[in-house]
């Protein structure tokens, strides 16, 4: 009915209004709300990123990737999403390693 679009449309624009996000950003595709609340877009090299964050802050092994289930939750989430290997995600920690202990070494030798 008109009447039940016009609570759902009125409730949508109160949460928006509530949560800082404009009618045009609430409906981005592809992207979501950070805590930040800023939108961020899905992009390859962030979900590289957040794997590899993942195995080094939590010590979760490089083949976690390969885990039916983790499989499954990305799929669930995104679609047709392609997953980096166990060796892409060791080569993405070494990669963040050696660059971040460069700007520590630059950081401590003033």
């Known amino acids: 009915t ?4 016009k609570n759902l449309l009125r409730t949508m624009r109160e949460c928006n209004a509530r949560r800082n996000v404009g009618e045009d950003e609430s409906s981005a595709a592809g992207a979501q709300q950070t805590l930040e609340r800023s939108i961020s877009e899905y992009t390859p090299a962030r979900h590289r990123a957040l794997i590899a964050m993942r195995c080094c802050v939590s010590k979760r092994p490089f083949n976690m990737v ?4 983790y499989v499954e939750e990305v799929q669930l989430l995104r679609p047709g999403t392609s997953i980096p290997s166990p ?3 060791s080569r993405d ?5 050696e660059e971040g202990s460069k700007l520590v070494k630059e950081y401590f030798s003033v």
Do not use: E
């Open 93 to 97: 920690v070494n990669l963040i390693y």
């Open 2 to 5: 008109s009447h039940g679009t």
């Open 66 to 69: 390969q885990d039916p289930h």
């Open 87 to 89: 060796i892409t995600v």
